[in-house]
């Protein structure tokens, strides 16, 4: 049954009657608008810009549905095929799309193009067995895709063209025996893939260098996998772990071939001691050439024991003989930079099978500095004396501008600047009782407006106050003369009130 949003004819025994719908729909043609407006379905549950039709046991292949969407659920049914026209006109609002739980085993070519705009597709939890070329063109704009829970067991090439958008791929619970990681470098292939999921599938045989080189970006999945545990793994997953690789330190338990190492195994007989407690530095001018050893590594190699070097840039092994190389690895795990460049700089960590876990006191990394030694630091790190430099000359600048600010605050916006003593006299210890802050003229004139009257009181100096002298008698203030006081504020500091030339 083709589903509609609603039926034009009114009554099923063919009688006339009145249809609203009959009538916007023939009075959309005359004025000429869309011929089709969908509405929501019965079968869908609408609610603003989302539509649901899960749980409804849907198996029809070509939907007519409104295009305001920006989330269609359409989980939870029995769909079976994707085509191409499976909804009829275009989602350029859509950006999730939910098509989980279903019996899908078939997605044709360009199904997505209707979609240009979709951010999240899940598919999970279906039937798909192969990912067929451009199965996914069109989603340009697509971030995240879940694929776990299906049974695929391959993934042609070009299956990820148009997704250099996409920043999540889950591809757990599946059959995959391999997983092409050159879809990385495809055209138009996820290069800013941050996040890969493969635990849970038959993987054996994986590719140790692709995976160095795409952990430095990106967290990959490998648990509850059936791994096989050669030297170069236990190398790559011993690295893992001193680098605190989150997906190897949560699911470190999931790797049983970390247990498949005895002490008497091959991969435990390669490393001599003595490595540096901290990272050392090796410098090169441009152009010049430059050999780094591996650390901690002995000077002779069993045969056939893989090295890899993890370099700013690539990652390279001993086991690859490019003529035309730059960057080449020796059996004994020493690494040789030839026309050292400028991007040649950075770190560089020898991964190489230890049997074990690295001690505290272990440092696989070295750094290595391409440029003007006045330009590093003996650490081998840029020199930093300039930035130094400049931030405690900005710092002093400042503490000055701080201290200029507080004087200026101090001499400008002091409630009361106390005048000093304008006779020649000499300072006497013993402060006085009251100070005059402001010009005595105008509290001459403040006090006569109030018609109140001021006395300055004022101890007697230490030098002139004799134990057991006689003590001057009290001031009476209400027979004091003010203008004796005030008169032109010709009174000194060392004068006292209780000399008689100036009382009343």
């Not at 019996?103 to 899940?122: C, G, M, W």
């Not at 070329?133 to 299906?150: A, C, H, P, V």
């Not at 591809?171 to 997983?179: M, T």
Request: net charge neutral; aromatic share 8%.
């Amino acid at each position: 049954m083709h589903p509609t949003a609603s039926h034009l004819s009114g009554r099923p025994d063919g009688g006339r009657r009145w249809n609203p719908a009959s009538s916007a729909f023939l009075l959309s043609v005359c004025l000429g608008f869309p011929s089709f407006v969908a509405t929501c379905p019965l079968y869908c549950l609408c609610a603003s810009d989302i539509i649901s039709c899960s749980g409804r046991n849907l198996s029809m292949s070509h939907f007519d549905l409104p295009s305001y969407a920006t989330r269609l659920d359409l989980s939870h049914n029995a769909l079976t095929v994707l085509p191409v026209d499976w909804i009829s006109q275009p989602f350029d609002r859509l950006v999730t799309l939910v098509l989980s739980r279903n019996s899908i085993s078939q997605i044709e070519v360009n199904a997505f193009v209707v979609t240009p705009r979709l951010l999240q597709l899940d598919l999970s939890l279906n039937q798909l067995t192969v990912l067929n070329t451009s199965i996914f063109t069109g989603l340009k704009e697509l971030r995240e895709l879940l694929l776990f829970g299906n049974q695929i067991i391959q993934i042609n090439p070009g299956a990820f063209s148009d997704l250099y958008s996409l920043k999540r791929l889950y591809f757990s619970g599946n059959r995959l025996v391999d997983f092409p990681f050159g879809l990385y470098w495809e055209p138009g292939g996820p290069r800013n893939l941050s996040f890969l999921d493969l635990s849970n599938n038959k993987l054996s045989n994986v590719s140790v260098q692709s995976l160095l080189s795409l952990s430095q970006k990106s967290g990959i999945y490998l648990q509850e996998n059936p791994l096989i545990c050669d030297c170069a793994l236990l190398a790559m997953m011993e690295y893992w772990i001193w680098k605190q690789y989150r997906p190897m330190v949560d699911f470190r338990g999931e790797y049983p071939c970390r247990d498949n190492v005895r002490p008497g195994s091959k991969c435990s007989k390669q490393i001599a001691s003595g490595m540096p407690a901290e990272a050392r530095t090796y410098q090169v001018e441009p152009g010049k050439w430059l050999r780094v050893p591996c650390p901690g590594f002995a000077s002779l190699v069993q045969e056939g024991l893989e090295v890899f070097w993890v370099t700013p840039t690539t990652v390279v092994n001993s086991s690859t003989h490019d003529p035309n190389a730059r960057l080449k690895v020796f059996h004994n795990g020493t690494i040789e930079i030839q026309r050292a460049l400028i991007e040649d700089s950075g770190t560089y960590g020898c991964v190489a099978v230890r049997g074990r876990d690295y001690r505290p006191t272990e440092f696989p990394e070295v750094h290595v500095v391409v440029g003007n030694s006045s330009t590093t630091s003996s650490s081998g790190f840029t020199n930093r004396s300039g930035a130094e430099h400049f931030n405690t000359a900005f710092t002093t600048l400042a503490s000055c501008v701080i201290s200029i600010v507080l004087v200026l605050l101090y001499l400008y916006l002091t409630p009361c600047r106390c005048r000093e003593s304008r006779g020649g006299g000499p300072r006497r210890s013993g402060a006085r009782a009251l100070i005059l802050c402001s010009d005595p003229r105008e509290v001459e004139s403040e006090q006569r407006s109030n018609g109140k009257r001021v006395a300055f009181l004022e101890p007697q100096s230490e030098d002139l106050t004799d134990i057991g002298s006689p003590k001057p008698p009290a001031l009476n203030i209400g027979h004091a003369a003010t203008e004796g006081i005030l008169k032109n504020g010709s009174r000194t500091v060392d004068q006292t009130l209780t000399d008689p030339a100036q009382m009343a």
